[in-house]
């Protein structure tokens, strides 16, 4: 099966491409290595060979004549901008490429008939809720602009999907993924990354001198943030899950990946200094604008109807894999 993954050679990405190579299938990865790495993904054409092709989504003459150049089945769509923060600071930066440059890709699919789409959403289109366990069908209402560019591309395939019967997507709306891969060849590679199991393992191995809480006042049992946190393997094989159950026929959907497990920013950081046994300076600071409160993933419906079985549902385990990830990048 001949797969287009955009963004793979970044963080998600590229464990997902590492799982479609090691299942025999032929990928062509196109990124602009804003954010990835090729030297990241080049080890992993000793699984299988790859087509990699430095290419900005922008580029849309380029990326038809690639459209033109192979026959793609399906499509797996990373490549975007990811932080909640600098959303909030430029906006149309993210409109721009999360939604302007994800619907030029979802034309060229439709033009080329590539009718299998896979798209990497977030917990960021549900905003604020309620509280408890989110489900698919919760009220979408995000409350950053890096929510809403992903909430407008979910947009255009479930149109797309509405009135062209033969197109299918599985949209995976993704809560907060951390580690690095358990064979030690792949990780988060970003130096300037903002998540906090990344910015412990910095903080662990020295590369920070301390780390700070962005806010101890939000309504939750220690006042810091709650999140979901699962392992990037665990997120990984949820594409190829996917992939299998569009293969199968089956209607498109919406899959929320998570463990359905909240941790509080305070929880990660003493879990952080527990397995690591390293005990590093943490602040407390202002809040992050664009910071929901709580966002845990009721994840059953991936479970139900995919064959998605999770391997790493485990804080501990997951920060000592990107602790060991941080440790080998030094
Ligand atoms: N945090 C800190 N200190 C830090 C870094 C983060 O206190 O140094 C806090 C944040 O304020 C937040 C929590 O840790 O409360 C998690 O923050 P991350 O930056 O790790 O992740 P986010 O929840 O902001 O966002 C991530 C992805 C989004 C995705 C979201 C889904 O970046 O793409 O998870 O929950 F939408």
């Given at each position: 099966m001949k797969i287009l993954v955009t963004g793979g050679a970044g963080y998600i990405g590229s464990h997902v491409v590492k799982q479609l190579l090691e299942k025999g299938c032929e990928v062509v990865v196109i990124d602009n290595l804003s954010k990835g790495s090729f030297k990241a993904i080049e080890s992993l054409k000793g699984i299988k060979k790859f087509e990699f092709i430095n290419l900005d989504l922008e580029e849309i003459t380029k990326l038809e004549e690639l459209f033109k150049k192979h026959k793609f089945e399906a499509i797996i769509h990373f490549a975007a901008f990811i932080e909640v923060f600098e959303s909030t600071q430029n906006p149309l930066k993210y409109y721009l490429n999360n939604t302007t440059n994800t619907l030029n890709l979802i034309t060229l699919s439709a033009k080329y008939g590539v009718n299998k789409f896979i798209f990497s959403s977030t917990a960021a289109v549900y905003g604020e809720p309620d509280s408890g366990e989110i489900k698919e069908d919760s009220l979408l209402n995000p409350i950053n602009p890096y929510g809403r560019s992903k909430m407008m591309s979910e947009w255009f395939l479930r149109d797309l999907a509405s009135s062209d019967e033969e197109f299918k997507f599985v949209i995976l709306r993704y809560f907060n993924v951390a580690g690095a891969s358990m064979d030690g060849l792949?990780?988060?590679?970003?130096?300037?990354?903002?998540?906090l199991v990344k910015i412990a393992t910095q903080t662990i191995t020295k590369k920070r001198d301390k780390m700070s809480?962005?806010?101890?006042?939000?309504?939750t049992k220690d006042g810091t943030c709650i999140r979901d946190y699962i392992h990037v393997e665990d997120l990984a094989s949820a594409h190829l899950s996917a992939l299998e159950y569009l293969n199968s026929g089956a209607k498109s959907e919406i899959f929320n990946v998570g463990y359905g497990k909240g941790f509080s920013v305070k929880e990660v950081i003493e879990k952080a200094k527990e397995v690591s046994g390293v005990d590093f300076k943490v602040e407390i600071s202002d809040r992050r604008e664009g910071d929901p409160a709580c966002l845990v993933a009721n994840s059953t419906k991936l479970r139900n109807l995919t064959n998605w079985t999770p391997k790493y549902d485990d804080l501990g385990l997951i920060i000592k894999s990107a602790l060991k990830w941080e440790e080998k990048i030094k």
């Open positions: 792949l990780g988060q590679n970003y130096p300037n990354a903002t998540h809480i962005f806010g101890d006042d939000y309504p």
